[in-house]
């Protein structure tokens, strides 16, 4: 009997001929922040992917708040209460901040959208400020944020997120981490892909080191960044 939120098991993936992941064991817990980070290449967007439905599997298993979802399309996962925010292309830019937010809430009741819409922009008071301007012209923390509120909008358990500070200017990164881990009130699980492996490390309950499609390590947070040889290899030293 699995208590994982989001639990991974054997897990292969690739592209045709090409495989990309080599039996991936991995796991969140319930309300847990967990990070994926390593080299360029290692795959570990393709793992988000595979966990997301948009890569098929071709080993191993997935299950969600323990339900097996293996290989199931990315509708099937959201409807089961899995969200994902891709790096780049995760709002609609041409869309005003409400009509992103309104279509992160497709699937809800009208009073029940606007409910959650308003609890986004108490969440980020800056969606607010913006309501009426196209997504396109927000600045890439601001659009990062739309990008989470969207995807939290449905009350998902579990939340994928490739790269949440990409496209942020770097004294601002600090402040998505911040956001990110300001979830946990919400007991959404976390699980997050970073190339600025370190600050987020700082923002994150354990984190598992991939390198070539496999898992190398996997520990606490602390004991990462405290690891002189992860830190040499994957953390700038
Ligand atoms: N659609 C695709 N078709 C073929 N190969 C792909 C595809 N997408 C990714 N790859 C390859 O899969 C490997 C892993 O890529 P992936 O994006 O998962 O790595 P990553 O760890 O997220 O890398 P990065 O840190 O550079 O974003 C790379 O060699 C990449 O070229």
Redo the contacts with the bound molecule.
């Keep these: 009997m699995s208590g994982a939120a989001l639990k991974a098991e054997g897990l292969e993936a ?3 001929p ?1 495989q ?2 080599f039996g991936i064991d991995m796991e969140v817990g319930p309300g847990e922040h967990v990070l994926v980070f ?12 595979a966990l997301f439905g948009l ?1 098929a599997p071709t080993a191993g298993r997935v299950t969600l708040d323990g339900q097996e979802v293996t290989g199931r399309a990315p509708e099937g996962m959201v409807a089961r209460g899995m969200a994902y925010v891709p ?1 780049v292309s995760n709002v609609f830019a041409s869309m005003t901040v409400t009509e992103n937010l309104e279509i992160g809430g497709a699937r809800l009741s009208r009073a029940r959208r606007e409910a959650r819409i308003a609890e986004m922009i108490e969440l980020f008071p800056v969606l607010g400020e913006r309501r009426r301007q196209a997504a396109g012209t927000l600045s890439g923390g601001e659009r990062q944020m739309l990008a989470l509120a969207r995807a939290l909008i449905p009350e998902p358990s579990v939340l994928l997120l ?2 949440p500070s990409a496209g942020v200017a770097p004294k601002l990164v600090a402040q998505i981490f911040e956001l990110v881990s300001g979830l946990r009130r919400t007991g959404v699980s976390v699980l997050m ?1 970073e ?1 600025n492996a370190r600050q987020a490390l700082a923002h994150v309950d354990r984190g598992y080191v ?1 390198e070539g ?1 496999q898992v190398r390590l996997s520990d606490t947070a602390h004991a990462l960044r405290e690891n002189a040889e992860i830190g040499q290899l994957y953390l700038g030293g």
């Design positions: 690739g592209y045709g090409l990309i992941l390593g080299p360029n290449g290692a795959g570990k967007s393709t793992l988000i992917k890569v790096q490739d790269e892909i190339q991939l499609g």
